[in-house]
């Protein structure tokens, strides 16, 4: 980050408190919606044959006024406070949003989860999990998966919670189907980006059949947003991972290179850089790798007319102010990427009622509820003639700050 720079929790909190200007909210209130109720920071001895390297791990709940605290838990070099205090947030403004009993946290340990083998990687969330299980619980604080953790993660996760705590499934979600995992829940984050990639273009009457549809990341949210953009009748023309990406104007067949883990070895006849589909021509232009990939260095050379945000904080404040005074509607991560914490949000009842829905009930339950925030943020934009992540903000904080005031306690 260079020092002109905001920092991402200061950028989050630049929305909480316009928001909670336009609300006229009391200052103390806004205050405390600006700032994390407990943040912990670990370190994680990992075995180095016959040394070992200490990791730094971090758990930030930002706030349980409507709920227990809910978010994932990252693995990547870049994890820092600010980071996960800023992705906390997010996560308390997602919930609220899609209106679902949950608060906001989230998890992470400064680690390249590409060099890692499974040993390490079950190592660490091991000893995460045993050095933050005094604040975990499904009551409390609910972990899933995110950036370089998955299924088998929450797993070892959940394995861990019991040893100490006793049987609890509903301690963590995201996990695989095979052990207390809800089918629906690994395609949810992706499928509801889709679903709502498309709401957006109807409601601009732009046709859904044919548009173009560019991905960066190709992982849990990247590749099943590519597969459901697809099914919806869209034509993905590029997708990019960590490893480059690869381009077909005529329409990529997402359903053939679906299994494959990265895109380094898929055929193809154009290749492009990873950060370089950024520039693309297209209709809708999807990031879901990393935060901040759309920022004051490219947002000139950004050629999309829609972006929805399958990653947290992809665009800079800067760049999406630019980008809009030039026509560019966004459709923010609190309301694009939140079909995952529905999903979880599904696990994590059905885990507790100890009962399983179908994948069918999941998928219509998850579409409706979504399409319902769709609308809310879209009706909140016109009454108050702002844009999309304005208006998100808008619901989220009157919501929050609503559950906050009458808790009285404070907390
Ligand atoms: P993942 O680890 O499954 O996949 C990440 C993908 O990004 C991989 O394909 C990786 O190769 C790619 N990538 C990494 N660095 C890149 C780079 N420099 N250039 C291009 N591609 C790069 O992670 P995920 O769970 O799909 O999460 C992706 C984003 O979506 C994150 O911002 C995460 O916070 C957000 N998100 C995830 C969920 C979820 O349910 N998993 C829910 C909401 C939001």
Sequence with gaps: MNLLQKSAFAEVNEKVQQAGHLL??????????????????????????????????????????????????????????????????????????????????????????????????????????????????????????????????????????????????????????????????????????????????????????????????????????????QELGMKVIALSDVSGGIIDKKGIDVESIFMHKSLEHVQSEERIGAADVLELKCDVLIPAALGGVINENNWKRIQASYIVEGANQPISIEADTQLRAQGVVIVPDILANAGGVM??????????????????????????????????????SKKYSVDLRTAAFLVSVERVAKAFEMRGSLV
């Design 24 to 229: 006229n909210l009391k200052p103390g209130v806004i205050q405390a919606l600006s700032s994390c109720e407990r943040e912990v920071v670990i370190s994680i001895p990992l075995r180095k044959g016959d040394d070992v390297e200490v990791l730094t791990g971090y758990r930030v709940q930002h706030s349980s006024a409507r709920g227990p605290r809910k978010g994932g838990i990252r693995f990547h070099q870049d994890v820092d406070l600010d980071e996960v205090r800023a992705l906390a947030s997010l996560m308390t403004w997602k919930t609220a949003l899609i209106d679902v009993p949950f608060g906001g946290a989230k998890g992470g340990v400064a680690v390249d989860a590409s060099k890692l083998s499974l040993i390490e990687k079950e190592e660490i969330i091991r000893r995460w999990t045993r050095s933050l299980v005094h604040v975990l619980g499904h009551h409390r604080d609910i972990p899933a998966p995110d950036l370089g953790t998955d299924a088998r993660t929450m797993a070892w996760l959940m394995d861990e919670y019991h040893r100490l705590e006793g049987f609890q499934p509903a301690c963590v979600t995201g996990k695989p189907v095979e052990l207390f995992g809800a089918p629906g829940r690994e395609e949810a984050t992706g499928r509801g980006v889709a679903q709502i990639a498309a709401a957006t273009l109807e409601k601009d009457d732009v046709k859904v059949k044919g548009a173009t549809v560019v991905i960066q990341g190709f992982g849990n949210v990247g590749r099943y947003a590519a597969l459901v953009c």
């Design 343 to 380: 999903g979880s949000y599904f696990e994590w009842t059905q885990n507790i009622q100890e009962f399983s829905w179908p994948i069918e009930k999941f998928r219509k339950e998850l579409d409706t509820r979504m399409e319902k925030a769709f609308d809310t943020v879209h009706k909140t």
